[in-house]
Antibody, heavy 124, light 109 residues
Framework: QLHLQESGPGLVKPSETLSLTCNVS??????????WGWIRQPPGKGLEWIGA???????YYNPSLKSRVTISVDTSKNHFSLRLNSVTAADTAVYYC????????????????WGQGTLVTVSS | SYVLTQPPSVSVAPGHTARIFCGGH??????VHWYQQKPGQAPVLVLY???DRPSGIPERFSGSKSGNTATLTISRVEAGDEADFYC????????????FGGGTKLTVL
């Protein structure tokens, strides 16, 4: 069964870059059947989609974050990554990665499964 | 930008039926998905494409749409159903993106 695991620093300083990786086990990240997505959840708040990528590199980003976000795929390590630039305290959240299933028209649809999430705190 | 509106909270007694609404413009033309999130855990998909259940999700969970509202219905509610529930869809407009509802806290009395 597919397993996703987020990894990366738990503390990032304001104005710096947040970098996270999602390791994918028991499935290939090069599969044309899926996108791979990032979602975050500030403490005590709801879910916010960050973006998604499919191999070999089609991306979609949240319009409100697009100027600061880059999602990429590393096929050699079977993982995908998130970079979020110029972070502030408002970027403090639990960050989840998830497999993003496709519709019959090859557009991203629902998320299943999700990683367990990793808390990233932005603070000096 | 596209908005999905959910009630902040719903309360129901055990054994009764809970209905969680998700409102959005022309939602009838879009596929809606639902997630359950228990405290300290990642969200879990409970319905996809409006009303389909993933393997392992009880038949007590069902979905429907009418007008500009999608509904998640939980029949014979159990204490273990208490959680936050989120609706989600893909908005395929000029700047395609995922939209989540604000979430509904289901309390089992």
């Amino acid at each position: 069964q597919l397993h996703l695991q987020e990894s990366g620093p738990g503390l990032v300083k304001p104005s710096e870059t947040l970098s996270l990786t999602c390791n994918v086990s028991r499935d290939s990240i090069t599969s044309s059947s899926y996108y791979w997505g990032w979602i975050r959840q500030p403490p005590g708040k709801g879910l916010e989609w960050i973006g998604a990528i499919s191999y070999p590199g089609t991306t979609y980003y949240n319009p409100s974050l697009k100027s600061r976000v880059t999602i990429s795929v590393d096929t050699s390590k079977n993982h995908f990554s998130l970079r979020l630039n110029s972070v502030t305290a408002a970027d403090t959240a639990v960050y989840y990665c998830a497999r993003h299933l496709l519709t019959a028209y090859y557009l991203p649809s629902w998320f299943d499964p999700w990683g367990q999430g990793t808390l990233v705190t932005v603070s000096s | 930008s596209y908005v999905l509106t959910q009630p902040p909270s719903v309360s129901v007694a055990p054994g009764h039926t809970a209905r969680i609404f998700c409102g959005g413009h022309e939602i009838g033309n879009k596929s809606v998905h639902w997630y359950q999130q228990k405290p300290g855990q990642a969200p879990v998909l409970v319905l996809y494409d409006d009303s389909d259940r993933p393997s392992g999700i009880p038949e007590r969970f069902s979905g429907s749409k009418s007008g500009n509202t999608a509904t998640l219905t939980i029949s014979r509610v159990e204490a273990g159903d208490e959680a936050d529930f989120y609706c989600q869809l893909w908005n395929n407009n000029s700047d395609p993106h995922v939209v989540f509802g604000g979430g509904t806290k289901l309390t089992v009395l």
